[in-house]
């Protein structure tokens, strides 16, 4: 059966800037960290054809099958990994990886995710409260809810989700756990959210910052990510790209600010009046500004549009 999105219901997101940005020619090998239901890679292996490789990770079992399924098709070389992309080095070494021209981010969630209640990531559907990309990892939103003490969820309500009123909804969330649903817990939090901030034009869900914040801590995603790209400057081949969507402004700072460190000439403290660092810049960055979707991608796959895109290439 022909590949295409009727088959697998999903739009990758920016597909013609990852496209312009890959700099991909025939026989190359790419590494795409976020397999997710195989859009962007169906792409990647069109470019790379029958004697280029493609090292493609994901952690959600789910998607991993589906994904394979529809990638094995075209008989290319692909090497699927069901780990966490943190562990891009390692694998990178012990499989003796090499030339590598791309590595490929899309983070976040795969519409599968959402459109799963049981998978407890949707807030508008009743299921579990659970979160869990990979249903390896022991901790669910339920259970840091019960474990975590009041001060570490205002933190991470803070943090994470840049909730304004982090101090109150840790402190009730707490005095009325358990939570065993996403509907108990969102319409929870909409009934104790201040009405005021409510009418005013609010466009989103009033559980949609304490959903995400949850969602971050159960899969660890920030430290992940931070950790991810710095290894995958180290393991790219010179001349190959770096290309990153992220979906929120936590991700994109993070991505913003890794990228532009290592274009850094000179990493001393300030106060040291002479260099001595011996630092090389290890990238050049190709967006200066982060690419988002143009209205009709919007229009046409309205989860693309908190997306922005950033390329830099290994020098
Ligand atoms: C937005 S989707 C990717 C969609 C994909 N580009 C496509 O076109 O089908 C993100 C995927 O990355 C996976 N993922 C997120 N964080 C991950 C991580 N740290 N390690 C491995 N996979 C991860 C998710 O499970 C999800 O399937």
Known sequence: MPLNKKNYGHDPVLIETVEKYSGLQ???????CTLGLGGHS???LKMIGKNGTLVAFEQDEKNLKIAKKRLNENKNKILFIHKNFVHLQQEVSERKIEGIKLIFMDLGLASVH???PKRGFAFLHEGPLDMRFDKRNPLTAEKILERYSVK???EIFKAYGEERYSKKFARIIKDNIPFHTTTELAEFIERHYPMKRQRRGRRIHPATRIFQALRIEVNN???ILEDTLRQAIDV???GGRLIVISYHSLEDRIVKRTMKA???QCICPSEKPICDCNHKPQLKILT????IPTEEEVKRNPRSRSAKLRASEKI
């Open 262 to 264: 290592a274009t850094k």
């Open 236 to 238: 790219l081949d010179k």
């Open 42 to 44: 169906e792409m990647f």
């Open 114 to 116: 959402i459109d799963d």
């Open 152 to 154: 570490r969820l205002e």
């Open 288 to 291: 200066k500004k982060p690419i």
């Open 221 to 223: 995603e920030l430290e």
């Open 26 to 32: 025939k026989g190359d090998t790419v590494i795409d």
